[in-house]
């Protein structure tokens, strides 16, 4: 049976052009132009996956709400943000509402079929017993791929993939330098210096809430970031 996604996106153009790029990797593909008629539909039958972006024509934060109304619905469904709107406060608050990734419209195709893609595994392994193959320890780390989620002295991270994929690319390795494209490349992201640093801030503070001592990753001034050694 296809996975069925659903976009809710207002200008047509774009939303037929990734319904189309979705549907040619074997999914199947409901497209909404707005709030009240998505919802009609997902109070009906909820999606496998929903993207969604944020302004919907006239109702500039409907992407927000729709997030809420759908987590209300369901705590498990994958939830990815697909905006123009690229600031740390929109990022920030679709995380909060429950989103498990936010990203921007300038993201290749490639890339979001790969987000997609993963988003599912994850749900798939969820289902299924953990592989200590796919788990990585680091001192008071755990990361385990193959479920998509990490923990820190036993809290579980609220991360989305992006940050994931960062913070594996960087422990991997504990001691080595990663730079921009090293985490670009392992990320599955095509961005530039500032918003890299954006995601290291996001992830330092995600882990500081967690433990205030937090000082594992650390900025090498010219080069990159590397995760300390234990």
């Not at 074997?26 to 944020?54: C, H, W």
């Not at 302004?55 to 369901?74: A, H, I, K, P, W």
């Not at 809430?209 to 990159?224: C, H, K, R, S």
């Amino acid at each position: 049976m296809s996975r069925r996604v659903a976009i809710v996106e207002d200008e047509p153009a774009i939303r037929d052009n990734y319904a189309d790029v979705l549907r040619r990797q074997g999914y199947e593909v409901q497209t909404y132009a707005d709030r009240p008629s998505a919802m009609k539909a997902f109070n009906t039958r909820l999606p496998d996956l929903a993207i969604l972006d944020i302004g919907l024509g006239d109702d500039v934060e409907g992407g927000f709400e729709l997030c809420r109304e759908l987590r209300e619905l369901s705590k498990s469904l994958p939830i990815i943000f697909l905006t123009a709107r690229e600031s740390d406060f929109d990022t920030v608050s679709g995380l909060r509402l429950g989103a498990d990734d936010y990203l921007t419209k300038d993201i290749s195709l490639t890339h979001l079929t790969a987000r997609i893609a993963a988003l599912f595994r994850r749900v798939e392994a969820l289902r299924s017993p953990p592989d200590n193959d796919d788990i990585l320890h680091r001192n008071k780390l755990i990361i385990d791929m193959q479920r998509m989620h990490a923990k820190w002295n036993e809290q579980l991270l609220d991360l989305t993939l992006t940050e994931l994929w960062i913070i594996h690319a960087l422990a991997k390795f504990p001691g080595h330098v990663k730079d921009r494209d090293n985490l670009m490349s392992e990320a599955n992201v095509v961005v530039d210096d500032s918003t890299i640093t954006s995601h290291i801030k996001r992830i330092r503070k995600k882990f500081i809430q967690l433990d205030p001592d937090f000082n594992a990753i650390e900025t090498v001034y010219g080069m990159g970031y590397r995760w300390k050694n234990d």
